[in-house]
T-cell receptor
Framework: EADIYQTPRYLVIGTGKKITLECSQT?????MYWYQQDPGMELHLIHY???????EKGDLSSESTVSRIRTEHFPLTLESARPSHTSQYLC???????????FGQGTRLTVV | AQSVTQLGSHVSVSEGALVLLRCNYS??????LFWYVQYPNQGLQLLLK??????LVKGINGFEAEFKKSETSFHLTKPSAHMSDAAEYFC?????????????FGQGTILTVHP
């Protein structure tokens, strides 16, 4: 069973607030990812990291930022939330050389 | 560049009937292909994966998929649907190598199972 955790599961927040979505994994995976999933739509990669102090932007442009100070932790931050940021955010991790990515349960963000 | 097309955003079957969810891919390199399932308000769970070994891949919960290079397809099947199979299913492709985990997803297919 995958051990990757996201908090909070649900978040409703006002426009202009700063938010951080947490993602942690206990599997020692070096690679971690953030995907964004709008309602009824496919997932798009917005950020990824291949190790500590390594972060890259994904295929879909996002106003969010990420950091990777520790192997197990990959938080995503929105400095000023807007209604257009309303979406589900899914975190994933994989071990180097493995074909399988493990997903967290997601954070459903609503910005009002 | 890679892309995935899932034919049919909604599929409805009766309990006990065959499940067939269609996926076609495009990839400039030999692909790695995946099927994930997502239950309401949950993350994604890997059903099965193709990584250039056997073309017929068996996964969890009785699902299987066949990689057909000539048709660029990776359709998901299950001989007999169960009510618990109702969920959304995503086909995904990866370039492999250092791109493991960097997945390109299809738009998803919602499977409804009727009693």
């Amino acid at each position: 069973e995958a051990d990757i955790y996201q908090t909070p599961r649900y978040l409703v927040i006002g426009t202009g607030k700063k938010i951080t979505l947490e993602c942690s994994q206990t599997m020692g995976h070096d690679k971690m990812y953030w995907y964004q999933q709008d309602p009824g739509m496919e997932l798009h990669l917005i950020h990824y990291s291949y190790g500590v102090n390594s972060t890259e932007k994904g295929d879909l442009s996002s106003e969010s930022t990420v950091s990777r100070i520790r192997t197990e932790h990959f938080p995503l931050t929105l400095e000023s939330a807007r209604p257009s940021h309303t979406s589900q955010y899914l975190c994933a991790s994989s071990r180097g050389g493995s074909t399988e990515a493990f997903f967290g349960q997601g954070t459903r963000l609503t910005v009002v | 560049a890679q892309s995935v097309t899932q034919l049919g955003s909604h599929v409805s079957v009766s309990e006990g009937a065959l499940v067939l969810l269609r996926c076609n891919y495009s990839s400039s390199v030999p692909p790695y292909l995946f099927w994930y399932v997502q239950y309401p308000n949950q993350g994604l769970q890997l059903l099965l994966k193709y990584t250039s070994a056997a073309t017929l891949v068996k996964g969890i919960n009785g699902f299987e998929a066949e990689f057909k290079k000539s048709e660029t397809s990776f359709h998901l099947t299950k001989p007999s649907a169960h009510m618990s199979d109702a969920a959304e299913y995503f086909c995904a492709v990866s370039a492999g190598g250092t791109s493991y985990g960097k997945l390109t997803f299809g738009q998803g297919t919602i499977l409804t199972v009727h009693p």
